[in-house]
């Protein structure tokens, strides 16, 4: 079955350091990746996606992802964390395909960051 | 949040009722989908609806309805038949299905 994995329920970090949150998936082919943030009682903000070429994608805030494909992985990364960054983060994946309408998402990872 | 938006912000149920959930958008996409969202499950999928007239099941559409009788409108109609609706329900759009899914501000569903 296609599914899409987010190991850590919480992510903690201190201001100013890198954080990492990970995510893996199951899906054949080719698929879309995408990240998302959301806030407290807000709906989902889109972050980033890739779709293909350069493995590392640039998003919004000053967030990064890195694909890698023979780990089936799509981590979000920031290289410097702000208080502000705390928040839900969900990973997604599309699936290839004419009928890619169907977007999985992962169980989300809350991020804290401590001042 | 950009061009959608979704009223009321918190609506509530009492047994036995039926309750519209209203979503609209201004950013002229066809598609459109509503998703459920519980504490530590993620999304999941209730409807979409990839142009006007026409909408298709997600993953948990019982006890759900839709209709798409306007580009900009995809209004859910939570039945009696869902034995617990309590939860928070996301309306999104995109130009088509395979294209990135731009979120409205959500609406929180609690049952009296």
Known sequence: ?115 | DGGITQSPKYLFRKEGQNVTLSCEQNLNHDAMYWYRQDPGQGLRLIYYSQIVNDFQKGDIAEGYSVSREKKESFPLTVTSAQKNPTAFYLCASSTSVQETQYFGPGTRLLVL
Do not use: M
């Open chain 1, 1 to 115: 079955a296609q599914s899409v994995a987010q190991p850590e329920d919480q992510v903690n970090v201190a201001e100013g350091n890198p954080l990492t949150v990970k995510c893996t998936y199951s899906v054949s082919g080719n698929p879309y990746l995408f990240w998302y943030v959301q806030y407290p009682n807000r709906g989902l903000q889109f972050l980033l996606k890739y779709i293909t070429g350069d493995n590392l994608v640039k998003g919004s805030y000053g967030f990064e992802a890195e694909f890698n494909k023979s780990q089936t992985s799509f981590h979000l990364k920031k290289p410097s964390a702000l208080v502000s960054d705390s928040a839900l983060y969900f990973c997604a994946v599309r699936p290839p395909g004419g009928g890619g309408f169907k977007t999985i998402f992962g169980a989300g990872t809350r991020l804290f960051v401590k001042a």
